[in-house]
């Protein structure tokens, strides 16, 4: 995994958008996580948690973002293409990364509980898997923490 310090500012930018992305999923009363998937420097998929809204376990921002990016591709593999997400991926999404042979993995902020891009595990980079990701991890990662951080307080103090 490379250091946020790695970040170019098209990284920048698109994790802009995926915290874009993660405010609204917070004001739908989901987790506000955000994830975008770019294409060749153009916007393919983009999705905030959708769990609560779709009662879907599996609705987490990157299944709903990679889903949209392949119907948007024609395509199962998303080759050339970068997908950003504020939180790191767990490992049902990293999964996903894998299978859709997604190259770039672009994450906020860290997740030491079930984080399976290089905290908890790593997935996304097993040798003993058929495909890897490049993975750049630490991108923005305060503002992504604090929107999570912010959104559980609210949560905790309104029960």
């Not at 930018?13 to 609204?24: D, H, S």
């Not at 040798?127 to 503002?143: D, P, T």
Request: aromatic fraction near 4%; charged fraction near 25%; charge should be negative.
């Amino acid at each position: 995994m490379h250091s946020a310090e790695a970040a170019g500012a098209d990284d920048i930018y698109w994790m802009r958008r995926a915290l874009t992305v993660a405010v609204a999923a917070g004001k739908r009363e989901e987790i506000p996580v955000g994830a975008v998937v770019v294409h060749q420097g153009g916007l393919v998929g983009e999705s905030g948690n959708a769990t609560e809204r779709l009662q879907d376990p599996t609705a987490h921002a990157e299944m709903q973002a990679i889903q949209q990016a392949a119907r948007a591709l024609g395509s199962r593999r998303l080759l050339d293409t970068t997908l950003y997400v504020t939180l790191e991926p767990c490992a049902m999404c990293a999964g996903a990364l894998v299978l859709a042979r997604v190259p770039r993995l672009v994450f906020g902020a860290i997740d030491p509980k079930t984080g399976a891009c290089g905290s908890l595990r790593n997935v996304v980079q097993d040798i003993r898997l058929n495909h890897r990701c490049e993975v750049l991890g630490g991108v923005l990662e305060e503002e992504c923490a604090d929107l999570l951080q912010d959104f559980f307080t609210r949560l905790r103090s309104a029960r």
